[in-house]
């Protein structure tokens, strides 16, 4: 139980002498090994207090176009990033990290709140007015440390992302195909970007450069004693204004809401960042078309893979929810 005293010291913020604990698999979508840590820590000074933290390994991998997302969530914990949260935004408190040559660990705090799609459209409102305040200070602000930071993806990571799967045949010719089962209306609709592919990313290239989570999904989201705890940081980076917003919305949604939340919380996002940065000059959010660049192969793919007619519906709906997004947010 060697490895458990310094994370415990620093979570009890008291010496650790030994600790009784068992680790367990901890479910979700990270691509690391992440495990409860529960039990019990003795102290120095005779007492004996329950546990309960996070133990998270990444090995080293190379993500598509991001080569150094395995250690990034170690490297901004090393950063100035924590200063930068507020007392409603943060992400779990770090009591230990390591770094080997190809593998990184944290030992992080357990969040137990809600999360997924027990969230409710006020908390995802919520989450999206605190990620736009977080974001805005940032970009005022400008701090030094964020600025010469080495290890953060890059601005065209989604542009390239979209241009990937673009390129992909499986999909982009099941669209354009006779054999496709989606209304046509849909794939019309995905035809239609890639066809105005250079006015979109024109569009695009005029919204404020940002510091993006980029996985800014139900699943990372906790909602805890009416504050928003935010986890997995591996694809933090530069991005366009409103890429997280596009992920809160469609990233395995909540589609019995998705053009509700849509009408909530770009505004909501919109308000919040605009309490720390003048964008008086944004009049062309984009946040439905980054869907479509983000989500619309992707969700293509999990139609034409789904294991049961359920999952092949859920797909076939967001895309729907996505195309009954048209005009402007009200």
């Not at 809600?114 to 995802?124: A, H, K, P, Q, V």
Request: aromatic share 12%; net charge negative; hydrophobic share 35%.
């Amino acid at each position: 139980m060697e490895r458990y005293i310094k994370p415990l010291s620093k979570m009890l913020k008291k010496t650790v002498v030994r600790a009784d604990c068992k680790a367990a698999q901890l479910h979700g979508g990270t691509l690391g090994d992440v495990r409860l840590v529960t039990g019990t820590a003795e102290t120095d000074d005779g007492e004996t207090l329950p546990v309960k933290l996070v133990w998270k390994t990444q090995k080293q991998w190379e993500r598509h176009g991001d080569p150094g997302s395995w250690r990034r969530e170690y490297d901004l914990y090393m950063s100035e990033l924590g200063g930068a949260f507020s007392d409603t935004l943060r992400w779990p408190e770090c009591y230990h990290a390591e770094l080997n040559e190809n593998e990184t660990q944290l030992w992080l705090e357990y969040i137990d709140g809600i999360s997924g799609l027990d969230l409710t459209g006020e908390m995802y409102e919520q989450a999206a007015l605190e990620l736009g305040r977080f974001q805005g200070k940032l970009y005022a602000e400008k701090p030094a440390f964020l600025q010469t930071m080495a290890n953060l993806s890059e601005v065209d990571y989604m542009k390239n992302f979209y241009l990937h799967y673009r390129s992909w045949p499986v999909v982009y010719d099941y669209i354009r195909s006779d054999k496709c089962e989606l209304p046509r209306h849909l794939c019309q609709m995905l035809i239609d970007i890639d066809e105005n592919e250079d006015g979109l990313f024109a569009r695009l290239e005029k919204l404020p450069i940002i510091f993006c989570h980029r996985d800014f999904w139900v699943t990372n989201i906790f909602y805890k004693d009416g504050k928003i705890v935010l986890i997995d940081w591996d694809t933090t980076g530069w991005g366009y204004m409103g890429e997280d917003m596009a992920s809160l919305i469609a990233d395995e949604a909540d589609v019995e809401h998705m053009v509700e939340y849509y009408q909530k919380c770009v505004p909501a996002y919109y308000k919040g960042f605009s309490e720390y940065a003048g964008i008086s000059h944004v009049t062309d959010h984009c946040v439905r078309e980054l869907m479509l660049l983000m989500f619309g192969y992707r969700l293509v793919e999990w139609y034409i893979h789904a294991d049961t007619p359920e999952d092949k519906a859920l797909h076939l709906n967001t895309l729907q929810q996505i195309y009954e997004m048209k005009g402007d947010i009200p």
